[in-house]
């Protein structure tokens, strides 16, 4: 008795949001190679994508951070709420693990930087395509290296540096005149984490001013006087 055919596969539908077209239109021609991943709408600003995830109902939104209008974390937390189906993966050059952070707390359970796409950007969608979470390498080391050094003694990096890499990133942009939101931005992260490292700032330093941050910008050479 000859089987019966089996049902054909189920189109994956996907979004692509990046201000870039070239951006968008090589990750569309990366995917499409793939069987049963189709690319039925981009977007070009936040908002656009927000549009395109609530009109098209995409199984997969693969993201920018730096978008215009709203960047990718805000879109992200929409998405979460208005519709949680469709998964988000972040695609970005920024690496850091307080971005990453900031996105898995936005409800993105997908992270490849664009310097690795053309490696790792079809695994990580066909590892959410069965809703697994995928977090490029080079993050995932650096996170489990986190891990190691946050269970060792917590004053130890205090000690040899007040302020963390990326307090020192937030203070340069905000001496420079960036606002809470313009930092998050060009940081690829909330304004609320912003104003958290702002406040960290003005706590570790004992600064009682935003002048403060200022003259300490000035003299260390964070920004020119």
């Known amino acids: 008795m000859a089987k019966a ?31 049963g991943i189709v690319v039925c709408c981009e977007a070009a600003t936040g908002t656009e994508a927000i549009e395109m995830v609530l009109r098209e109902r995409p199984d997969l939104v693969v993201l920018d951070l730096t978008m215009p209008e709203k960047n990718g974390l805000e879109v992200a937390r929409v998405i979460r709420e208005e519709a949680p189906a469709t998964e ?4 970005t050059m920024h690496f850091s693990e307080e971005v990453a952070r900031e996105v898995l707390r ?70 420079a005149g960036k606002s809470n939101k313009e930092a998050a931005g060009m940081l690829g992260v909330s304004s609320r984490t912003v104003e958290s490292h702002r406040n960290h700032i003005m706590h570790k330093m004992g600064f009682t001013c935003f002048s403060d941050i200022v003259r300490f910008a000035i003299r260390n050479n964070l920004i020119e006087p």
């Open 5 to 35: 055919a089996s049902e054909p596969m189920k189109e994956y539908r996907v979004l692509v949001a990046d201000d870039h077209a070239v951006v968008r239109h090589g990750v569309r021609a990366l995917l499409e190679t793939q069987p």
């Open 88 to 91: 988000v993966l972040i695609l």
């Open 106 to 175: 936005c409800g993105a359970r997908g992270f490849v930087l664009k310097s690795d796409a053309d490696i790792e950007l079809i695994n990580a969608v066909r590892q959410m395509q069965q809703h697994k979470p995928f977090f490029t390498g080079k993050l995932a080391m650096s996170m489990a290296d986190s891990f190691v050094r946050d269970v060792g003694d917590p004053e130890e990096e205090a000690a040899g540096c007040p302020l963390s890499t990326r307090e020192l990133e937030v203070a340069q942009l905000l001496a």
